[in-house]
T-cell receptor, first 107, second 114 residues
Framework: EDQVTQSPEALRLQEGESSSLNCSYTVSGLRGLFWYRQDPGKGPEFLFTLYSAGEEKEKERLKATLTKKESFLHITAPKPEDSATYLCAVGTYKYIFGTGTRLKVLA | DTEVTQTPKHLVMGMTNKKSLKCEQHMGHRAMYWYKQKAKKPPELMFVYSYEKLSINESVPSRFSPECPNSSLLNLHLHALQPEDSALYLC?????????????FGPGTRLTVT
């Protein structure tokens, strides 16, 4: 059965303290892996798509990487406005979502 | 522009009411989706429209009725809902439904069933 697991479930960082979020997956043939950011009560905001192992994408303080078994979302020198839930998903029209990592960045 | 709009933002309805949620995108996307999201859970897929035709119904109860009037609009008609249907309803769109394309989500409609 296809599965996506995210860790940690919750993470508290001090402003400027870099860290990584993990998304491990078990799927029969990865077509795409997607990262989203979701603020409370709002829709997920698209961040990155990764298609093949070794691929990396960056946007401001965020960098997403992909291996054959997992993806990491690296957050460099985070700011309080980076606080959100980060979701990863795999699939095509039907996403298999992880349960998310709730990130809190303290000033 | 990667914007998907949804109206209303909030909706409170009784169990005997009929209401509709609306979604619009102007990105030329040919696939549109409805999701339901409960607190602290990831979104759950409800329906997929591809080229204005319903292609996926994830065994959603008939009290939820989707409609795609044209390639830019998606509606979700609600009737005789239950309190457990209270949730955030999200609309999304993507370039196509076949293939791994990123989905762009709207801000959601917070639905409360009393």
């Amino acid at each position: 059965e296809d599965q996506v697991t995210q860790s940690p479930e919750a993470l508290r960082l001090q402003e400027g303290e870099s860290s990584s979020l993990n998304c491990s997956y078990t799927v029969s043939g990865l077509r795409g892996l997607f990262w989203y950011r979701q603020d409370p009560g709002k829709g997920p905001e698209f961040l990155f798509t990764l298609y093949s192992a070794g691929e990396e994408k960056e946007k401001e303080r965020l960098k997403a990487t992909l291996t054959k078994k997992e993806s990491f979302l690296h957050i460099t020198a985070p700011k309080p406005e980076d606080s959100a839930t980060y979701l990863c998903a795999v699939g095509t029209y039907k996403y298999i979502f992880g349960t998310g990592t709730r990130l809190k960045v303290l000033a | 522009d990667t914007e998907v709009t949804q109206t209303p933002k909030h909706l409170v309805m009784g169990m005997t009411n009929k209401k509709s949620l609306k979604c619009e995108q102007h990105m030329g996307h040919r696939a549109m989706y409805w999701y339901k999201q409960k607190a602290k859970k990831p979104p759950e897929l409800m329906f997929v429209y591809s080229y204005e035709k319903l292609s996926i119904n994830e065994s959603v109860p008939s009290r939820f009725s989707p409609e795609c009037p044209n390639s830019s609009l998606l509606n979700l008609h609600l009737h005789a809902l239950q309190p457990e249907d209270s949730a955030l309803y999200l609309c999304a769109s993507s370039q196509e439904s076949q293939g791994a394309y990123e989905q762009y989500f709207g801000p959601g409609t917070r639905l409360t069933v009393t």
